[in-house]
Structure formats: structure tokens, C-alpha cells
């Protein structure tokens, strides 16, 4: 391929740019918000290879880190694997690919062309499979809340959301649950927006309004300070601001520049100094949070209170950029090599997988009321579950336990099927737990003992073939957080 032809332009540059480093960000928003209290390396490898991307945002060593630090993130992190913390998996799968292909590519080349070559397959490439990735992810998102649950304003996950949000930020009182127009509103109105976004990032014409009008809807999610969601939206901040005009990232470059300009202005700073700063924030705020932030409380709040200023002022630049829209109709969505689709096409999978019964947490149905169990679906369109496994076949239903997790579930009034089960007893031998089963109930002083709970399960099928709590009588509850044997 002849590079001097092929040379990536500066507006390319800068999509690479911007995408990198907000990804990189959008990483650091993850740890910020999913705290455990104590450190843990792949974490720490993770936060610091922020820092390098964030420092050197195009370089491929930085990204090629970003990518392995992710992957060994979800390793961890699973089985509580969140949707969103999956869908950066699949982007870090396709941005290794990309990464060592671009690296063979440019390998005895000089400096500068590697450069140019690194640019090139990102902008074309890279970034293209992102939205793909995303695109797949979120049709499946906004199809799963067809369903007879989510549109009951007794259970429906909008209207839980909405009173919690209100109550987190002192609105309680408007008496939301009692207003039966503003339920409907907001049940139907959240099942429109979110099955229309992706259509509308597809069609060119409207791809530019449609940024504006998805990351409106998420940063008003995200004002629920109840229930942490700041990563998510910033994630999909990120990726809704690639489907822009090049142009657009130009222009966003420069007005950074300015920006740090008149603040090294004013505080007599030099820009080293300033990155320098930013980078010891990053890694900082990082570090505290695992060691020494209580889970959920101080590192949220933080979290919470840098990202509402940062989205107003996102969703200002936005509006004025969408009236006059200065860069033209909207660019192609791009079209990368078939063998890179496989990772798109692994979403598109991830997406049937609650609807066959496979695995039912991390597969783009959070938040949706989705309930398919043993064939029978509330979908109002997929109004039968296809059952590869026999999983939910096997529903336990925890009547009293010593575990107060286990004991949650009895409270609750929800199932669990036997094998996530399992592998919570495999854990937590000395549990006492009473449960029925095929309509038979066991009093186990110690689950460990339990022939019928204490049988080990793959590590494989443990992180990844995740079967959610369900509600025993229907309707579907909302389950804004995972259950303890998940």
C-alpha cells in the first residue's frame, strides 16, 4: 500500500485521538464507580495503562496495553461482569486485532510512517468495528424491553428509575409511583428512544441529531446518584461522538488547545505541567479509590459530580454544532474487513443468547423486565424462549438462609437456578440453607454438604454462562443489582 497516498488526514487524526483517549477515560470512569475497597493488580495494570493512553493517545504500544488490561479486567471481574464492562470487552478484542495488524504492517518502516500506518487502520478499521459493536449491542438493549413487564407501571424498570433518580436528588416528593400518565410517559418514552437510536445512527440524514438526542437521554439517566451508571454513559459518550463528522474532532482539538491555553494563561502553567497534573488526578483518584474510598460512597459521589458539569457542557457544544452542523452531512459508518465483522457478529450472538436460554446477565437485556424461563417468554414479540439448556428448569427457591445475600432472595420473593447456585455453595461451604426444589424442600445446616449444591461447575461456564435471579410469580420485577450467587 502506497502511504504517501494513503495518509491519514488531521481530522482523521484527531477521531483517533478524541476516541482513544475518551475510551481510555471511560475505563477510568469503570474503576472509579465499581470500587471493591482493596487493590488488585489487573486494576492497577489497567489504570496505568489510562495514563500511557491518555499521555500518548495514538501510540499503538499504549492502545495494545489498554486492550490486554480491559481483557484481563473482565476475566476478573466475572461472573459480576456489568453489560457495559462486556461491550469494552468486545471493543478490546477488535482493538488488539487492529493493533497487531497495524504493528506487522509498520514493522521496518520509520517512525513517522508507522505513525501514519497506526492512524490509518484505526480510523478505518478500528473505529468502525467500535460502532458496529455498539450498534449490535444496543439494538438488542432496546428490544429486550419489548415486553409485558417492562410496560407494568407496578414493576417497569423505567419507573423504578425515575423515583430513584428523583429521590437521589431530593424530588421524591413528586409522587411519581401515584401519577399514572407520567408512568406511561416514561415507560413508553424509554422504549422508543432506545429502540430508535440505533436506526437513526444508521440512516446519515439524522446521525448527527441523533448524537445529541442519546447522549441527552443517558446524561439523564445518569443523574441517578442511587445507582451508579456514570460509566455506562460515559462509555457511550465516546462512541455516540465517533458517528459525528471528522471535521468535528478538529474542531474539538482546537478548542481544547485554547482551553488549556488560557488556563496555563491564568495560572501561569505550562502545558507539560498541566498534562503532568491531569495524569497524577488519573492515577490518583484511581489508586484511592481502591485502597481507600469505601465501596459505592466516596468515589461515586466524586464520579457523579465530575461527570454532570462535563455532559451540560458536552450536550451545549453539541446543540450548537447540531443547529449549524458547520462540517457537513454525516460521515460513512465505515466498513471494515469481513474477518474483523466476527466481532460485531459476537455481539449480534451475545444478543439471542437470554432468548436460548445459554446465559442471561451480560447479554444486553439489563434493566428491560426481560423473563424468559424454561421456554416461556414475556416478550412481546419473541413470545417463546428457545431453550438450549435446561437451566432454568432447575429454579431454586431459597426459603431461609444464615447468608444474608442467600436470604435476600427469600425476602425478595425470586429464584435462583441451581447451578449459579452451586457455584455460590462452592464458595461458601458453610451456609445454612432451606430451599425448595421440584416442589420438595431440603434444610441443609451446611450447603456444603448438600449433594445437590455442593457439585463444582467449569471456571469457564462460572464467568461466562451467567444465569440471573428471576421472579417467582410473574410479573418480572426490576433488578437494578445482582443477587449474591448472581
Same mark, same amino acid.
Given at each position: $500500500?502506497? !502511504?504517501?497516498?494513503?495518509?491519514? &488526514?488531521?481530522?482523521?487524526?484527531?477521531?483517533?485521538?478524541?476516541?482513544?483517549?475518551g475510551?481510555?477515560?471511560?475505563? !477510568?470512569?469503570?474503576?472509579?464507580?465499581?470500587t471493591?475497597?482493596?487493590?488488585?493488580?489487573?486494576?492497577?495494570?489497567?489504570?496505568?495503562?489510562?495514563?500511557?493512553?491518555?499521555?500518548?493517545?495514538?501510540?499503538? @504500544?499504549?492502545?495494545?496495553?489498554?486492550?490486554?488490561?480491559?481483557?484481563?479486567?473482565?476475566?476478573?471481574?466475572?461472573?459480576?461482569? %456489568?453489560?457495559?464492562?462486556?461491550?469494552?470487552?468486545?471493543?478490546?478484542?477488535a482493538?488488539?486485532?487492529?493493533?497487531?495488524?497495524?504493528?506487522?504492517?509498520?514493522?521496518?518502516?520509520?517512525?513517522?510512517?508507522?505513525?501514519?500506518?497506526?492512524?490509518?487502520?484505526?480510523?478505518?478499521?478500528?473505529?468502525? +468495528?467500535?460502532r458496529?459493536?455498539? /450498534?449490535?449491542?444496543?439494538?438488542?438493549?432496546?428490544?429486550?424491553?419489548?415486553n409485558?413487564?417492562?410496560?407494568?407501571?407496578?414493576?417497569?424498570?423505567?419507573?423504578? @428509575?425515575?423515583d430513584?433518580?428523583? +429521590?437521589?436528588? =431530593?424530588?421524591?416528593?413528586?409522587?411519581?409511583?401515584?401519577?399514572? %400518565?407520567?408512568?406511561?410517559?416514561? $415507560?413508553?418514552?424509554?422504549?422508543?428512544?432506545?429502540?430508535?437510536?440505533?436506526?437513526?445512527?444508521?440512516?446519515?440524514?439524522?446521525?448527527?441529531?441523533?448524537?445529541?438526542?442519546?447522549?441527552?437521554f443517558?446524561?439523564?439517566?445518569?443523574?441517578?446518584?442511587?445507582?451508579?451508571i456514570?460509566?455506562?454513559?460515559?462509555?457511550? &459518550?465516546?462512541?455516540?461522538l %465517533? @458517528?459525528?463528522p471528522?471535521?468535528?474532532?478538529?474542531r474539538? $482539538?482546537?478548542?481544547?488547545?485554547?482551553?488549556?491555553?488560557?488556563?496555563?494563561? *491564568?495560572?501561569?502553567?505550562?502545558?507539560?505541567?498541566?498534562?503532568?497534573?491531569? /495524569? +497524577?488526578?488519573?492515577?490518583?483518584?484511581?489508586?484511592?479509590?481502591?485502597? %481507600?474510598?469505601?465501596? @459505592? +460512597?466516596? #468515589?461515586?459521589?466524586?464520579? !457523579?459530580? *465530575?461527570?454532570?458539569?462535563?455532559?451540560?457542557?458536552?450536550?451545549?457544544?453539541?446543540?450548537?454544532?447540531?443547529?449549524?452542523?458547520?462540517? =457537513?452531512?454525516?460521515?460513512?459508518?465505515?466498513?471494515?474487513?469481513? !474477518?474483523?465483522?466476527?466481532?460485531?457478529? /459476537?455481539?449480534?450472538?451475545?444478543?439471542?443468547?437470554?432468548?436460548?436460554?445459554?446465559?442471561?446477565?451480560? #447479554?444486553?437485556? $439489563?434493566?428491560?423486565?426481560?423473563?424468559?424461563?424454561? =421456554?416461556?417468554?414475556?416478550?412481546?414479540?419473541?413470545?417463546?424462549?428457545?431453550?438450549?439448556?435446561?437451566e432454568?428448569?432447575?429454579?431454586?427457591?431459597?426459603?431461609?438462609? #444464615?447468608?444474608?445475600?442467600?436470604?435476600?432472595?427469600?425476602?425478595?420473593?425470586?429464584?435462583?437456578?441451581?447451578?449459579?447456585?452451586?457455584?455460590?455453595?462452592?464458595?461458601?461451604?458453610?451456609?445454612?440453607?432451606?430451599?425448595?426444589?421440584?416442589?420438595?424442600?431440603?434444610?441443609?445446616?451446611?450447603?456444603?454438604?448438600?449433594?445437590?449444591?455442593?457439585?463444582?461447575?467449569?471456571?469457564w461456564?462460572?464467568?461466562?454462562?451467567?444465569?440471573?435471579?428471576?421472579?417467582?410469580?410473574?410479573?418480572?420485577?426490576?433488578?437494578?443489582?445482582? =443477587?449474591?450467587?448472581?
Amino acid at each position: $500500500m502506497d !502511504w504517501v497516498t494513503r495518509r491519514p &488526514t488531521t481530522d482523521q487524526r484527531n477521531l483517533v485521538t478524541v476516541f482513544t483517549v475518551g475510551l481510555a477515560l471511560a475505563a !477510568w470512569t469503570h474503576q472509579l464507580g465499581n470500587t471493591r475497597g482493596d487493590i488488585d493488580l489487573p486494576h492497577v495494570a489497567l489504570l496505568a495503562s489510562v495514563a500511557v493512553v491518555v499521555a500518548r493517545p495514538r501510540q499503538l @504500544f499504549g492502545l495494545t496495553l489498554l486492550g490486554v488490561t480491559v481483557l484481563w479486567t473482565v476475566w476478573d471481574e466475572a461472573p459480576q461482569l %456489568s453489560n457495559h464492562w462486556t461491550l469494552v470487552g468486545l471493543i478490546a478484542v477488535a482493538l488488539l486485532a487492529v493493533a497487531a495488524v497495524a504493528a506487522a504492517v509498520g514493522r521496518g518502516r520509520s517512525c513517522s510512517e508507522r505513525g501514519d500506518i497506526a492512524d490509518w487502520y484505526l480510523v478505518t478499521w478500528f473505529i468502525p +468495528t467500535a460502532r458496529w459493536i455498539f /450498534l449490535a449491542f444496543y439494538l438488542f438493549a432496546g428490544f429486550a424491553k419489548v415486553n409485558s413487564a417492562f410496560l407494568d407501571p407496578a414493576v417497569s424498570c423505567a419507573v423504578v @428509575f425515575l423515583d430513584e433518580s428523583l +429521590t437521589s436528588i =431530593g424530588l421524591g416528593g413528586l409522587g411519581v409511583q401515584d401519577a399514572s %400518565s407520567v408512568q406511561w410517559a416514561v $415507560m413508553v418514552g424509554t422504549m422508543v428512544i432506545e429502540l430508535a437510536i440505533p436506526w437513526l445512527l444508521m440512516i446519515r440524514r439524522t446521525r448527527v441529531p441523533a448524537v445529541f438526542l442519546a447522549i441527552a437521554f443517558h446524561a439523564a439517566l445518569s443523574i441517578d446518584r442511587t445507582h451508579q451508571i456514570v460509566d455506562f454513559s460515559s462509555l457511550l &459518550t465516546v462512541i455516540y461522538l %465517533s @458517528f459525528l463528522p471528522a471535521g468535528a474532532f478538529t474542531r474539538m $482539538m482546537d478548542q481544547a488547545r485554547r482551553l488549556q491555553t488560557r488556563v496555563g494563561d *491564568m495560572l501561569t502553567v505550562r502545558p507539560g505541567l498541566q498534562r503532568a497534573v491531569a /495524569l +497524577t488526578f488519573i492515577v490518583g483518584t484511581g489508586l484511592a479509590g481502591e485502597v %481507600s474510598f469505601p465501596a @459505592f +460512597t466516596s #468515589s461515586r459521589t466524586l464520579l !457523579w459530580w *465530575m461527570w454532570q458539569p462535563t455532559v451540560v457542557a458536552v450536550l451545549v457544544a453539541l446543540a450548537r454544532y447540531v443547529r449549524h452542523q458547520p462540517d =457537513g452531512g454525516a460521515t460513512p459508518l465505515g466498513a471494515p474487513p469481513a !474477518w474483523l465483522m466476527v466481532v460485531p457478529a /459476537l455481539a449480534v450472538v451475545n444478543g439471542f443468547l437470554p432468548y436460548l436460554e445459554v446465559r442471561s446477565a451480560g #447479554s444486553w437485556n $439489563m434493566y428491560a423486565n426481560l423473563r424468559v424461563v424454561d =421456554g416461556e417468554s414475556n416478550h412481546l414479540i419473541f413470545r417463546r424462549g428457545i431453550p438450549l439448556t435446561d437451566e432454568y428448569r432447575d429454579l431454586v427457591i431459597i426459603e431461609a438462609s #444464615s447468608d444474608p445475600g442467600l436470604e435476600a432472595y427469600a425476602l425478595q420473593g425470586l429464584a435462583v437456578p441451581r447451578v449459579q447456585l452451586r457455584q455460590y455453595v462452592v464458595d461458601h461451604p458453610d451456609v445454612a440453607i432451606t430451599y425448595r426444589f421440584r416442589g420438595e424442600t431440603f434444610d441443609s445446616p451446611r450447603a456444603g454438604d448438600d449433594p445437590l449444591l455442593n457439585q463444582p461447575v467449569s471456571v469457564w461456564r462460572e464467568k461466562f454462562q451467567v444465569f440471573r435471579a428471576v421472579t417467582i410469580d410473574p410479573p418480572e420485577q426490576c433488578l437494578p443489582t445482582w =443477587g449474591v450467587a448472581r
